[in-house]
């Protein structure tokens, strides 16, 4: 979601750049039509246009710098994607400078030439011809100027010398005056003569026929007062009509006295025609010389034109190619991050399509794709959970059940096992999973385990049950083997599953039924013959002792060892008939600790110089035990705890209880020689005995009893010497 407003935000930002410089060069291009107009209606002059036109050229250079501005910033922008080594960035730089090329070699030709051509054809407006055409005609039309001038002051002074020679007499003289002038104007070329006495109004003026309808101004008093200085003066008016009228005054001097009577005004009329003409003349030779000052600043600025049409051009290509570019690589890089976040695991990707080419449809591709990823993916999450949930009740199965399991491939090496096939196979460590099941065993369980998988491999049945006896150190078991060849759906064989069953204690318990079968047989068979021998073995005695003599301490010897091993033998049958008849537990509510303490207390009293150690766990609650069948059994363990330490020896008892497990134990251990490793297998075992005189019945009916409890007995090395023997009961409490 972050992502992709991101990329929105890049879009309305980019967009507004676009819409910004196509506005600028929308703008840069209509101020430079509007600056050609502005500049050719500008005048009659070719340059007169230039100031307007050199405040349109800031204008577009302003507009330039923002359109450049945007282009060095997508420049740079380009040049860290290209360090960032962003996917696409390479591909937008080809595409760029394939447009910027494309553009650029026509436009600098086109500038090169258009520049060429543009200070060519600058430099001939300027040409010494033409300057000097213009120069000749300024001259001519100045000379034609000066010679109506002076043609209008001959023209007075003629006319004021024949006025002169006139007398003047009042009124009366006026149309004399006239007829004068009406005589000499026409001959002398004017337009028109006025004659004015003694003041500045009311003139005696006389125009010519050709005249036609001009409307001749009147004469500045101005003027007038240079003629009655006495100078003799021309002007040129321009008229409303287009007409320039050149004015002559001189004055009118009597002869007499030197005075000045008035004055005489000649107009001269220069035609339409000809003073336009004139005027065109020297508005041309005006506009030449002010263009001729400008002429530099002109080519610079029509040279910077064309140079800017250049840069908006090169411009165009250069954010079209950037354009096109990002049309290309935003899909790509859309797409790229997309695959890497499809990479990182994160399948909940969605690229927006935008417009529909070839990359919107691949785009589009992409998210079905992105989505049957996710759909795959939660349908394979299922099935996992499916899976991942089989197996943990696998699991569970395997880890509650008391068999040991172990699950090997083709290769016999380990694919699958559970916690109690480490105990029955007398494995101290973990077994490693993917390594041959053989490489991690004893040598002698190993070569057990390649015997029975080398005789399942040759059975026809795909599956063989097996016994196997097992001897570790400090212990031998019988298993009971079950071996199937695992296959799939196919027939094909995937590996061997191998089952193993403790039979440890259901052989020892039919040992021990045989063991009782037997001991109740030697007890019926034996018991009976002994009395009659031992009652004739004392008959005897009495009867023949007194009367041998000397040879009576022979028969005394004789019958004496007779009724001795007689009374031995019926020690031993008795304890037959006890283990023979040996009756079921009968378990009633009872304080452990109080068991062993009346124990300890009875040992105590009959071992002064012994120690004899108790150490309790109070948290032992009341369960159900059979009392007399378990002081029988510790009384056997004491018993050969106090034997084996001596008289001055050192025996612990302990009792603990495991609340998680509900199992309170019993430890009897002493500081006594110890029990070897070969004999720890068999201490249990009727009629094995190490003890001079024993009968090899005590530790064995020790065992029935903590069977007959449901619970287990062991026996391991003391820490400090001798042997410790553990009893493990079930705590059920009441």
């Known amino acids: 979601m972050i992502e992709r407003l991101k990329i929105e935000l890049e879009r309305k930002k980019r967009r507004r750049e676009l819409i910004v410089s196509l506005i600028s060069?929308?703008?840069?291009?209509?101020?430079?039509?509007?600056?050609?107009?502005?500049?050719?209606?500008?005048?009659?002059?070719?340059?007169?246009?230039?100031?307007?036109?050199?405040?349109?050229?800031?204008?577009?250079?302003?507009?330039?710098?923002?359109?450049?501005?945007?282009?060095?910033?997508?420049?740079?922008?380009?040049?860290?994607?290209?360090?960032?080594?962003?996917?696409?960035?390479?591909?937008?730089?080809?595409?760029?400078?394939?447009?910027?090329?494309?553009?650029?070699?026509?436009?600098?030709?086109?500038f090169i030439a258009s520049a060429s051509v543009l200070h060519t054809t600058i430099d001939s407006w300027f040409g010494a011809q033409i300057e000097e055409a213009l120069t000749s005609a300024v001259v001519i039309g100045q000379a034609y100027h000066q010679k109506a001038?002076?043609?209008?002051?001959?023209?007075?002074?003629?006319?004021?010398?024949?006025?002169?020679?006139?007398?003047?007499?009042?009124?009366?003289?006026?149309?004399?005056?006239?007829?004068?002038?009406?005589?000499?104007?026409?001959?002398?070329?004017?337009?028109?003569?006025?004659?004015?006495?003694?003041?500045?109004?009311?003139?005696?003026?006389?125009?010519?026929?050709?005249?036609?309808?001009?409307?001749?101004?009147?004469?500045?008093?101005?003027?007038l007062k240079i003629g009655y200085q006495g100078s003799i003066a021309s002007t040129?008016?321009?008229?409303?009509?287009?007409?320039?009228?050149?004015?002559?005054?001189?004055?009118?001097?009597?002869?007499?006295?030197?005075?000045?009577?008035?004055?005489?005004?000649?107009?001269?009329?220069?035609?339409?025609?000809?003073?336009?003409?004139?005027?065109?003349?020297?508005?041309?030779?005006?506009?030449?010389?002010?263009?001729?000052?400008?002429?530099?600043?002109?080519?610079?600025?029509?040279?910077?034109?064309?140079?800017?049409?250049?840069?908006?051009?090169?411009?165009?290509?250069?954010?079209?190619?950037?354009?096109?570019?990002?049309?290309?690589?935003?899909?790509?890089?859309?797409?790229?991050?997309?695959?890497q976040q499809i990479a990182t695991g994160n399948l909940d990707v969605f690229v927006e399509p935008v417009g529909d080419d070839e990359l919107s449809a691949l785009v589009r591709s992409f998210n079905k794709m992105a989505s049957d990823l996710r759909y795959g993916r939660d349908e394979l999450l299922k099935v996992n959970a499916d899976l991942e949930n089989r197996r943990k009740y696998i699991q569970t199965v395997l880890t509650n059940i008391a068999a040991g399991v172990i699950a090997i491939d083709a290769d016999q090496k380990v694919t699958a096992f559970n916690a109690p096939c480490l105990k029955l196979l007398g494995i101290n460590s973990e077994l490693k999973l993917g390594w041959p099941l053989l490489d991690q065993l004893d040598e002698d369980v190993a070569g057990r385990l390649h015997e029975t998988i080398g005789e399942l491999r040759e059975s026809d049945s795909g599956a063989i049950e097996k016994q196997l006896k097992i001897s570790f150190s400090d212990k031998t078991m019988t298993l009971l083997c079950f071996a199937n060849i695992l296959k799939d759906e196919a027939g094909d064989e995937l590996g061997v599953a191998l089952v193993f069953e403790d039979l440890t204690f259901l052989v020892n318990a039919q040992r021990m039924a045989a063991w009782r079968e037997v001991a109740r047989r030697i007890a019926h068979e034996i018991k009976n013959p002994l009395t009659p021998i031992q009652l004739n073995a004392q008959r005897l005695r009495r009867k023949y002792l007194s009367s041998l003599g000397d040879d009576g301490r022979v028969l005394d010897q004789c019958t004496k060892s007779i009724i001795d091993q007689v009374e031995q033998l019926k020690n031993m049958v008795n304890e037959f008939s006890k283990f023979a008849r040996m009756p079921a537990a009968n378990p009633t509510p009872n304080k452990l600790n109080d068991i062993l303490r009346e124990l300890v207390a009875l040992y105590r009293a009959a071992n002064e110089r012994m120690e004899i150690k108790f150490i309790t766990d109070e948290s032992?609650?009341?369960?159900?035990?059979?009392?007399?069948?378990?002081?029988?059994?510790?009384?056997?363990l004491i018993d050969n705890a106090t034997a084996a330490a001596g008289a001055e020896g050192k025996v612990e008892i302990y009792s603990k209880y495991e609340p998680v497990l509900r199992i309170a134990s019993i430890s009897v251990c002493d500081n006594g020689p110890g029990i070897s490793p070969q004999d720890r297998e068999r201490i249990f075992d009727p009629y094995f005995t190490r003890k001079q005189g024993g009968t090899g019945l005590g530790l064995t009916i020790v065992s029935a009893i903590v069977a007959d409890h449901n619970g287990f007995i062991r026996v391991k090395g003391n820490n400090s010497g001798g042997a410790c023997f553990i009893i493990e009961l079930p705590v059920h409490p009441k």
Do not use: C
């Open 25 to 110: 060069a929308l703008v840069i291009v209509g101020l430079f039509f509007a600056g050609s107009e502005l500049s050719r209606s500008g005048g009659e002059g070719p340059f007169s246009g230039h100031l307007l036109l050199f405040t349109l050229l800031g204008i577009v250079i302003l507009l330039m710098i923002l359109i450049i501005f945007f282009l060095i910033r997508n420049l740079f922008k380009l040049v860290f994607e290209r360090r960032g080594k962003v996917l696409g960035a390479r591909i937008k730089t080809r595409l760029i400078l394939a447009f910027v090329a494309l553009t650029l070699v026509p436009t600098v030709v086109l």
């Open 236 to 339: 040129v008016i321009k008229l409303d009509s287009g007409e320039d009228l050149v004015r002559g005054i001189a004055p009118i001097i009597n002869g007499k006295d030197g005075k000045i009577k008035g004055v005489v005004v000649a107009d001269y009329l220069i035609p339409k025609a000809l003073s336009s003409k004139l005027f065109g003349i020297t508005k041309a030779f005006d506009d030449y010389q002010e263009a001729k000052r400008v002429k530099g600043p002109v080519k610079t600025t029509y040279t910077l034109i064309l140079l800017i049409v250049a840069l908006l051009v090169i411009f165009v290509g250069f954010w079209f190619g950037m354009s096109m570019a990002r049309e290309i690589t935003d899909p790509i890089q859309s797409l790229a991050r997309g695959t």
């Open 149 to 223: 001038a002076e043609n209008a002051k001959k023209g007075a002074a003629r006319l004021a010398e024949e006025l002169t020679q006139m007398p003047v007499a009042g009124v009366g003289k006026h149309e004399e005056t006239r007829d004068l002038l009406s005589s000499e104007v026409p001959p002398l070329g004017l337009s028109i003569a006025s004659v004015y006495y003694g003041g500045y109004s009311k003139p005696i003026e006389i125009a010519s026929p050709n005249l036609g309808d001009v409307t001749v101004p009147s004469v500045m008093e101005s003027f």
């Open 620 to 636: 032992v609650p009341i369960f159900n035990i059979d009392k007399e069948q378990l002081t029988r059994g510790v009384m056997n």
